[in-house]
């Protein structure tokens, strides 16, 4: 099936929209905003990596190409290496400051209901479980783990799951 460049990359602005207002909408709970979360993603050689995952992701049946694949998986790195809401950002999970601790779990969040509710992928049945499964064995300090915990807790109990689905009605 040959589709059109544009609408990919069309398709994975739309996506990567409802990923940043999915997490804004989390992180607002908490009293907190970040316009710039994921911006690098709507710029090369990051738009057209992540154009073509996010696409066959939410369109079963889609397939990249073993080219397409290798420049996801490089920018893909890339990303987490540069972006500070990511832990491999940190040589130390202790080196990350509380303001990224937030948008991190607002992000995760965000990718949890993504892969839970829109594409139906997500092993983990919950952040506290993708964080205990995943992440828990990282050199976090106590206070962030308890931290990591409480703001989990506090999406999880404020969230009004049926405003956050609206949020993804332009692409489903």
């Known amino acids: 099936m040959n ?7 069309n398709f994975h602005k739309q996506r ?35 154009a073509y995952y996010n696409y066959v992701k ?14 996801f998986n490089k920018v893909h790195d890339e990303h987490h290496k540069m972006q500070p809401h990511h832990v491999e950002h940190y040589n ?5 400051p509380d303001i990224f601790l937030i948008e991190m779990v607002c992000d995760w969040h965000s990718a949890n209901f993504e892969q839970n509710i829109i594409t139906c992928e997500n092993e983990f049945a919950s952040v506290s479980d993708f964080f205990n499964k995943s992440l828990s064995k990282l050199d ?29 009605t332009c692409i489903n």
Not at 58 to 71: A, K, R
Request: net charge negative; aromatic share 10%; charged share 20%.
């Open 16 to 50: 990567t929209l409802c990923h940043v207002m999915t997490m804004n909408y989390f992180a607002q709970l908490l009293g907190y905003h970040f316009p710039e979360h994921d911006s690098d993603k709507n710029t090369e050689p990051y738009l057209t990596g992540y």
């Open 140 to 168: 976090w300090s106590t206070k962030q783990k308890n931290t990591i915990k409480n703001l989990i807790d506090k999406i999880s109990k404020l969230a009004d799951y049926s405003e956050v689905r609206k949020i993804w």
């Open 3 to 9: 589709i059109p460049i544009a609408e990919i990359i």
């Open 92 to 96: 130390s999970m202790k080196e990350i």
């Open 58 to 71: 939410h369109h079963p049946g889609s397939v990249m190409l073993p080219q397409q694949q290798e420049i």
